[in-house]
């Protein structure tokens, strides 16, 4: 039986400034060079629409009539029946089928930021309402998951069952329990995420859909409400997510992220002066992290306090300073530029390597936060001071850059590990609906143990391609093992490619600044 039972999806490494032993120093300086010297051509706008005909493959509920994924079918259509709620729709989260509810409220979160920063460019590569199709098939979950005001739904299925089975969703036979939060049972990093995503989404939706928005916006302040009032780790009071997703920070940089969403989405400083005067206490300005995932948002959130200080934020100045100092430190540590050893990891060959499994997750988060910050230096005309030198805007953007273009193949495996992308990439990705022939092909029944054993076991390529998906990829020696059964590096999850979604927006911008339709075909890439 398949061995992912076992696993835990989070890993996260969660340490204090002092001493500074977030992450270890990685030598290979000479791969930071490496890929900037390849001089490789990438097809960015290719890579943007993909990644967003991911989230239509990773949909549950009823599939609309314009569906592109044509591979899946209808699923999950009685979520929420025993519980007497309507819980259908939102999106599995990898290879499972578990709606999982802080993972998709990051996933949300990030895509939404995506084109908050980058609308513009999103909008002229035609892929703005793909991006807005797939924020509103989670947010029209998290509106039915806020069921009343103190009441969300945060988990649909079961891990251990669901990992019983190798299934198309189509055919789900495992348990499709439902489990909430709420007064009694409390989860503030559950609520605090979703609150964030939903005032996120409440700004892109603002000027196309000003009711949504103002809906969006109405459960994003109930939801922090709720969350700030009746205070505990959601994994606590759900105890089937602590083996797949718990949450190792804890809630407070939720409600702090939470309410930096809320104030952006609101203008209201009663958010702001929370972020402010809670900074201290909830770790806002104490934490210097390393990492940026759907369990840490210390990074994001410190990222966002430094741009209203270079908007010329007067207020609170003080604050935001110590805010701003934490968040530059986990952009040095991203560029190599900190002291004692508190540096990010980095493969032989550049890839920044956060821990074993899943890592492209956090190199995705590391190239959008690094991709808005160039640009927040550049329209300040400021740099940034590292312990270990001066950088400007363009060695940032730069950097950022040769992580997607790692990832679309400048490594050394000369694979894409954006699924679908380039002439080469993983073809046995871990991933039930994929890995198993598609239900509108064949819509014979496929149990359990039929899945492991004609599907799961089978050395052939998956018939489905997943596109878009961006698997865990390479091990800290850059080797990677397109094998199913290795789920470290080849399953994907939602929130790996959902910040890159702006990041290819941007690059296009910059490689192809007077029109984003000239490309005649994938530019193929070779290390």
């Given at each position: 039986m398949e061995d992912e039972r076992k696993k835990k999806k989070n890993q996260t490494l969660y340490r204090p400034l002092k001493p500074p032993r977030i992450a270890r120093h990685c030598c290979a300086l000479f791969s930071f060079f490496t890929i900037f010297k390849t001089g490789l051509a990438f097809d960015y706008a290719d890579a943007l629409t993909k990644s967003l005909l991911y989230f239509e493959a990773q949909r549950s509920g009823r599939l609309p009539y314009n569906q592109r994924v044509t591979w899946r079918d209808h699923s999950g259509l009685t979520d929420g029946l025993e519980q007497g709620v309507d819980l259908v729709g939102g999106y599995y989260d990898a290879g499972d089928h578990v709606k999982f509810g802080l993972p998709m409220a990051?996933?949300?979160t990030m895509l939404s930021w995506s084109v908050i920063e980058f609308r513009d460019q999103i909008s002229r590569a035609d892929e703005l309402e793909h991006a807005l199709e797939a924020i509103k098939w989670g947010t029209d979950y998290f509106i039915k998951a806020h069921s009343s005001p103190n009441v969300l739904w945060a988990e649909v299925g079961d891990g251990d069952?669901?990992?019983?089975?190798?299934?198309?969703?189509?055919?789900?036979?495992?348990?499709?329990?439902?489990?909430?939060?709420?007064?009694?049972?409390?989860?503030s990093d559950l609520a605090g995420e979703t609150a964030a995503a939903m005032a996120a989404a409440s700004i892109v939706f603002k000027r196309r859909n000003p009711h949504y928005a103002h809906l969006l916006l109405h459960h994003a302040q109930q939801l922090f409400e709720f969350g700030d009032k009746y205070r505990g780790k959601y994994d606590a009071s759900v105890e089937a997510v602590k083996s797949y997703y718990a949450s190792v920070s804890?809630?407070?940089?939720?409600?702090?992220?939470?309410?930096?969403?809320l104030y952006k989405a609101t203008d209201n400083k009663e958010y702001l002066n929370y972020v402010i005067n809670k900074a201290h206490?909830?770790?806002?300005?104490?934490?210097?992290?390393?990492?940026?995932?759907?369990?840490?948002?210390?990074?994001?959130?410190?990222?966002?306090a430094s741009k209203l200080l270079m908007d010329g934020h007067k207020e609170q100045s003080h604050m935001l300073e110590q805010y701003k100092s934490k968040g530059e430190y986990y952009i040095c540590s991203c560029l190599n530029k900190n002291n004692n050893g508190s540096n990010v990891d980095r493969t032989p060959a550049g890839l920044l390597h956060i821990r074993q499994w899943n890592n492209m997750q956090y190199v995705s988060t590391a190239a959008f936060l690094l991709t808005i910050y160039s640009g927040y230096l550049q329209s300040s005309n400021q740099k940034l001071e590292c312990p270990n030198g001066v950088v400007d805007h363009e060695e940032i953007f730069n950097f950022a850059k040769s992580q997607v273009d790692y990832i679309l193949g400048s490594n050394p495996m000369n694979m894409s590990y954006l699924v679908g992308y380039g002439p080469k990439f993983p073809t046995r990705v871990h991933h039930r609906g994929a890995s198993i022939v598609s239900y509108r092909e064949n819509k014979g029944f496929i149990g359990c143990t039929q899945g492991y054993d004609n599907w799961y076991s089978s050395q052939e390529q998956n018939p489905n391609v997943l596109v878009g998906a961006l698997v865990g990829g390479p091990d800290r020696q850059d080797n990677f093992r397109d094998q199913r059964g290795n789920y470290m590096q080849t399953e994907a999850c939602t929130y790996n490619t959902a910040p890159l979604v702006g990041v290819f927006a941007k690059l296009l911008e910059m490689e192809d600044p007077k029109g984003y339709h000239d490309h005649t075909g994938p530019l193929v890439a070779s290390y």
């Open positions: 990051f996933t949300i069952t669901d990992h019983y089975c190798w299934q198309r969703p189509e055919d789900m036979t495992t348990s499709r329990q439902a489990y909430k939060i709420d007064e009694n049972n409390p989860g804890g809630y407070m940089d939720e409600l702090l992220w939470g309410a930096m969403w206490y909830f770790g806002g300005t104490d934490w210097a992290i390393t990492e940026f995932s759907w369990d840490v948002k210390y990074a994001g959130l410190q990222i966002m």
